[in-house]
Nanobody, 124 residues
């Protein structure tokens, strides 16, 4: 079992930055891929970014490419999502998730454990 706790969300103005953290406990986090997803009001949850077990491979949704950076610190059992140049359309609840495999994928159904989410609101 893996428990995930997100933090770092909040209210920020357009063009600003936030860094989300995802602290993991339980089974061996460092062996697993993880991802970030988000859900805006009235919309389906969507993929944002993913990173493999070692951090050597990352993949992003087109909507955030060049603005967001996913990273991880396996010694701290923590993953991060650095979000720059934020836009109003980035407003959503952001979730981190862990996949019980080493390689990363974008499909939501491939992830086994989920955090409770953290709200990000970008004001224009």
């Amino acid at each position: 079992q893996v428990q995930l706790v997100e933090s770092g969300g909040g209210l920020v103005q357009t063009g600003g930055s936030l860094r989300l953290s995802c602290a993991a406990s339980g089974r061996t986090f460092s062996s697993y891929a993880m991802g970030w997803f988000r859900q805006a009001p009235g919309k389906e949850r969507e993929f944002v970014a993913t990173i493999n077990w070692s951090g050597s491979s990352t993949y992003y949704a087109d909507s955030v490419k060049g603005r967001f950076t996913i990273s991880r610190d396996n010694a701290k059992n923590t993953a991060y999502l650095q979000m720059n140049s934020l836009k109003a359309e980035d407003t959503a609840v952001y979730y981190c998730a862990v996949r019980s495999r080493a390689w990363s994928v974008a499909s939501e159904s491939a992830y086994d454990y989920w955090g409770q989410g953290t709200q990000v609101t970008v004001s224009s």
